[in-house]
């Protein structure tokens, strides 16, 4: 079975600052999916960004940017200009690109924003 | 278009007592992950159901859990003789095809008194 790994488990940033999460992952496949989601307090499940493998270029949504590293099997998120809203639990999430599988989630970072 | 409804969002049960647990994907999905979340820990797969069938239930515990996913009605997540182990949050979620994004369910905070 694939394995996620979220070395921090909590992290703390300075309001309008920025933060990097890390995740690495582990697999053996060349077709596949990674994910960002956000768990807040009310403990909704929400995706922030998603990367396809096959894809070179970085995904980016507004202040949220990956760094995808295929080779070091490395898919960390990058959050600019902290919001007080951005304190969450954030999880790394890997699926396979085959039919048929299931989302393998890492156990999340706790991010703190310090107004 | 409402998101995935879980309900309900609490449930408390004596042990011994069964638990079910329903969850309505959102509208045109007709692909749904049940998985659980203890504290302090990340979200473990239990199983991956389409309609009317049960495509992965690798991470569904042999005994007293059970899952369906019927033609018509809400997915439910059913745990018989429910023991104190049992309590955690379980999350629902649906995604419309395979390998798209899974769009969560808010959970139902099981407690096993």
């Known amino acids: 079975a694939q394995t996620v790994t979220q070395s921090q488990p909590e992290m703390s940033v300075q309001e309008a600052e920025t933060v990097t999460l890390s995740c690495t992952y582990d697999?053996?496949?060349?077709?596949?999916?990674l994910f960002w989601y956000k768990q807040p307090p009310s403990r909704q499940m929400i995706l922030v960004i998603r990367?396809?493998?096959?894809?070179?270029q970085n995904a980016t949504e507004n202040r949220f940017s990956v760094n995808f590293q295929k080779a070091a099997k490395s898919f960390s998120l990058k959050i600019s200009d902290s919001q007080l809203g951005d304190a969450a639990m954030y999880f790394c999430?890997?699926?396979?690109?085959?039919?048929?599988?299931?989302?393998?989630f890492g156990t999340g970072t706790s991010l703190t924003v310090i107004p | 278009n409402a998101g995935v409804m879980q309900n309900p969002r609490h449930l408390v049960r004596r042990r011994g007592q069964e638990a079910r647990l329903r969850c309505s994907p959102m509208?045109?999905?007709?692909?749904v992950y049940w998985y659980r979340q203890l504290p302090e820990e990340g979200l473990k797969f239990m199983v991956y159901?389409?309609?009317?069938?049960?495509?992965?239930e690798s991470g569904m515990p042999k005994e007293r859990f059970s899952a369906e996913f019927p033609k018509e009605g809400p997915s439910i997540l059913r745990i018989q003789q429910v023991v104190r182990g049992d309590s955690a949050a379980y999350f629902c979620?649906?995604?419309?095809?395979?390998?798209?994004?899974?769009?969560f369910g808010s959970g139902t905070q099981l407690s096993v008194l």
């Open positions: 159901l389409q309609k009317e069938n049960i495509i992965d």
């Open positions: 979620a649906s995604s419309p095809r395979e390998n798209e994004k899974l769009f």
């Open positions: 509208k045109g999905h007709s692909h």
């Open positions: 990367q396809e493998a096959y894809k070179q």
């Open positions: 697999t053996s496949e060349s077709d596949y999916y």
């Open positions: 999430a890997y699926r396979s690109g085959s039919p048929g599988n299931q989302f393998y």
